[in-house]
């Protein structure tokens, strides 16, 4: 009691107040942030299983797509026609939550996804059966067995540029962007790669042939299961993700340092 | 504190301006007083001072333990069959065991300095910068005697050759760097020339366009709107990375592209460069050289990572934002007999960024 009462007289601090201060602020901006993110993954859409028919899916269409598609996929001023996009084009616009669009931007963000998977079959099998296009792969394709290494050098080649070569995602312009690939699953890449959604250019069979294909998403598929090999990816952004880390903590901690020493002691 | 001795007094009594000095003054700080000696918690506290003296061999005994910890960790966790976490592993716990060792040794001396050690000031005064006239005697004097005890300047065979073999040790050098000069020959009119190198590229009336990198020639009825190829010569798929395989790549990738034929804007003259709303593009940036790969397939822009130079492929690639200065160098192309895309010529200008003699 004597000393706390010198420490106050001397209006001294323990040495270890400020780290417990940051601590505390820390640990509270963190909980704050875990309950809130929580808070949102819990919010998941109920499914109710029934089988849906074509007729089912152009009601859901005109319901909910044909305002800005139009009533025939003919589309309007405030969207695309649909000709020749196929089933594989709605279930990758719907299923990742990218449609329908909550308004007009540079590029459609994913949302919570809106349909059931039933709906969004139905509403596929529709739009399939008036304007015919890239349809759903067969499962070899997606089940990750390929080349993982051919697959690397496919993807290096041809996809690294946007995607970043770890699949973390990368600006392109005007707003636009590259979505990361780290979540994404083995149809919806498959999905992307055969109908070129929005700005991404299209990669038929004549391009990258189904094997290809199949290489791609198994490195994709590697790339989510495995831990990146070296430590610590920060966001696998490459130089400045890593040079942004070394001179904030790096050179923080060597002026932080550099302060202690020069100080005099009390 | 007492500072009645100063230790360069005699040197003070004779201090002369040197010819250096732009402005002579004649002693620049008068009295430069110390402020008060303040004690320190471990001058007044033989508490404190117990503390600080267990905290400094704490720190020095957990850097023998860390020390010994990276020795521990060496054989707790071994690189087995290459696996990629027991080489993580590794690295991990020895690294930070011989960084404990370290830290703690440095933040233990730096404790021991401030808390422990006398921090009595005191003042260290500078020199004159001439030194006094004994001592530049001395100094000719033994400059002089090194001379006559070496014979340097009377054996002038030893010195003469010596100087020899130092000009010639620079002669390597210079014939290291002769390399990068042109070296032409009647064989090789254009080896080295970078001029020549730099504004010729493999692309030659002909040249199939391939798939990067299996070589792969392309159909045009491959090239389904929309679409993007990464494309080299045909040709360079068959080179050896000894036959100048990435020089000649650095310079020929092509990014191949259809576009719907009435959102293209060919310029004058170059209305039969592409076929069908497919059109070729170098893929060296015109600023420094990155390869401009982004492509948007609605917008037709084409973004280059490095500087965020844009460049608009429906009108001739020209530049819509950013620091490069001109246009991607187009490729002309044809379909050839069998349907697949040939060059019909290599670029009409030199690919890449700007160089002295660019025109």
């Known amino acids: 009691m004597a000393r706390e009462n010198k420490r106050r007289a001397s209006g001294r601090r323990s040495p270890l107040a400020a780290v417990v201060l940051i601590g505390v602020g820390l640990l509270m901006t963190g909980g704050i942030y875990a309950g809130a993110s929580a808070a949102v993954a819990s919010t998941d859409t109920s499914t109710t299983k029934t089988a849906l028919t074509v007729d089912d899916g152009k009601k859901l269409f005109q319901a909910n797509c044909a305002t800005c598609h139009g009533m025939d996929l003919q589309g309007t001023a405030n969207g695309p026609s649909l000709f020749g996009v196929g089933e594989l084009s709605v279930e990758f616009q719907v299923a990742t939550g990218r449609m329908p669009l909550a308004m007009q931007g540079p590029q459609a963000p994913q949302k919570p996804v809106q349909f059931t998977e039933d709906q969004i079959r139905a509403m596929a099998a529709y739009v399939q059966s008036v304007s015919p296009g890239p349809t759903y792969p067969d499962q070899q394709t997606l089940d990750g067995k390929g080349d993982v290494a051919t697959g690397a050098e496919i993807f290096r080649t041809n996809c690294a540029m946007c995607h970043n070569v770890a699949g973390a995602g990368g600006a392109l312009t005007e707003g636009k962007y590259a979505p990361a690939l780290d979540k994404t699953s083995a149809l919806h890449m498959y999905a992307a790669m055969v109908t070129g959604p929005q700005n991404m250019p299209v990669f038929s069979d004549l391009n990258l042939n189904l094997e290809q294909k199949r290489d791609i998403i198994s490195y994709l598929l590697y790339l989510q299961q495995h831990e990146s090999a070296g430590g610590f990816a920060l966001g696998s952004l490459g130089p400045v993700a890593e040079g942004l880390f070394i001179w904030i903590f790096g050179i923080g901690s060597l002026i932080g340092v550099t302060v202690w020493i020069t100080a005099k002691s009390n | ?359």
Not at chain 2, 34 to 45: A, V
Not at chain 2, 153 to 171: C, E, T, W
Not at chain 2, 198 to 220: C, E, F, Y
């Open chain 2, 1 to 359: 504190m007492a500072h009645e001795e100063d230790p360069l007094e005699h040197e003070r009594a004779s201090w002369k301006p040197s010819p250096g000095l732009a402005v002579a003054v004649p002693d620049p700080v008068q009295n430069a007083a110390l402020p008060p000696h303040r004690e320190r918690e471990t001058d007044t506290d033989p508490a404190a001072m117990t503390r600080a003296v267990r905290t400094v061999y704490t720190l020095f005994y957990l850097s023998v333990a860390a020390s010994i910890w990276a020795v521990a960790a060496y054989m707790i966790f071994p690189i087995e069959n290459g696996e990629i976490t027991s080489i993580r592993h590794n690295n991990l716990f020895i690294g930070l065991g011989i960084a404990l060792a370290l830290l703690a040794i440095g933040i233990g001396a730096i404790h021991w300095s401030k808390a422990i050690m006398s921090d009595k000031e005191f003042i260290e005064p500078r020199h004159a910068t001439r030194g006094r006239d004994s001592t530049r005697e001395a100094s000719y004097k033994a400059f002089a005697e090194a001379n006559e005890e070496s014979g340097f300047g009377r054996r002038v065979m030893i010195r003469n050759s010596l100087f020899a073999a130092l000009v010639a040790s620079i002669i390597p050098g210079i014939t290291l760097f002769r390399g990068l000069a042109p070296h032409d020959s009647a064989a090789d009119p254009h080896a080295g020339d970078p001029v020549y190198l730099l504004n010729h590229t493999m692309w030659k009336k002909g040249s199939r366009l391939a798939h990067d990198p299996s070589g792969v020639p392309i159909k045009a009825s491959d090239v389904t709107l929309g679409s993007a190829f990464h494309v080299i010569p045909e040709d360079l798929a068959k080179l050896d990375h000894g036959q100048g395989y990435l020089e000649e790549k650095a310079k020929a990738i092509v990014l191949l592209m259809r576009l719907p034929v009435d959102e293209l804007h060919p310029a004058p003259g170059r209305e039969d460069w592409g076929f069908d709303g497919i059109v070729a593009y170098s893929k060296v940036c015109t600023h420094v050289g990155c390869p401009v790969a982004l492509y948007e397939q609605q917008t037709h822009h084409l973004l280059c990572p490095c500087h965020q130079s844009q460049f608009d492929v429906s009108h001739n690639a020209r530049v819509i934002f950013g620091p490069a200065a001109r246009p991607l160098p187009q490729l002309p192309i044809e379909v050839d007999s069998e349907g697949y895309i040939v060059a019909k010529s290599d670029f009409h200008e030199p690919v890449g960024p700007s160089f002295w003699e660019r025109h």
